[in-house]
Nanobody, 122 residues
């Protein structure tokens, strides 16, 4: 019924910036908290940043001061501005959202995108 699509990933040199987008579409009634996660090869998926429906944000210590999560509710979209990128940031970045559908607005379910690759070269 709903799906998330990430975009904006790519190859960037250390110290550079990228802006990721996560667009939700489908039979959406409401979107609650949204977040960005990342997973590098051979490692577990880790939380990068979250943002509530009231725009309260939370960041992993490793990205504080460098990354900024935001959202545009009118566009059903979340963003992740990544500055001062490091090689350690290289990973597939996934978008997550808690979504209530119009067909079943009483159920809030986690939705995940397919991911976008971010590669930071040194």
């Amino acid at each position: 019924q709903v799906h998330l699509v990430e975009s904006g990933g790519g190859l960037v040199q250390a110290g550079g910036s990228l802006r990721l987008s996560c667009a939700a579409s489908g039979n959406i009634f409401n979107i609650g908290a949204m977040g960005w996660y990342r997973q590098a090869p051979g490692k577990q998926r880790e939380l990068v940043a979250t943002i509530t429906s009231g725009s309260i944000t939370n960041y992993a210590d490793s990205v504080k001061g460098r990354f900024t999560i935001s959202r545009d509710n009118a566009k059903n979209t979340a963003y992740l501005q990544m500055n001062s990128l490091k090689p350690e940031d290289t990973a597939v970045y996934f978008c997550n959202a808690v979504i209530q559908t119009r067909s079943n607005p009483y159920r809030a379910a986690d939705s995940w995108g397919q991911g976008t690759q971010v590669t930071v070269s040194s």
